[in-house]
């Protein structure tokens, strides 16, 4: 159950890029978007594709 709950700290670092981008834009920030916040989004994706992934494999068993 411990490792249901623990978020590895880069999916925690990437909260904190979207959440910073909410409120202001960074140095690297253009009118087409910003890298910094398309690799964090991608950082979170893929923590939700495991844990979905994870979690339909232990339901299974």
Known sequence: MA???TVPFS?????????FHGRN??????DDGCVR????NQV???FRALRLERYRLSRRT
């Open 44 to 46: 979170i994706d893929q």
């Open 37 to 40: 916040l398309a690799d964090a």
């Open 11 to 19: 999916v925690t670092m990437a909260s904190y890029c979207i959440e």
């Open 25 to 30: 834009r960074c140095r690297t920030c253009t």
């Open 3 to 5: 490792d249901e709950l």
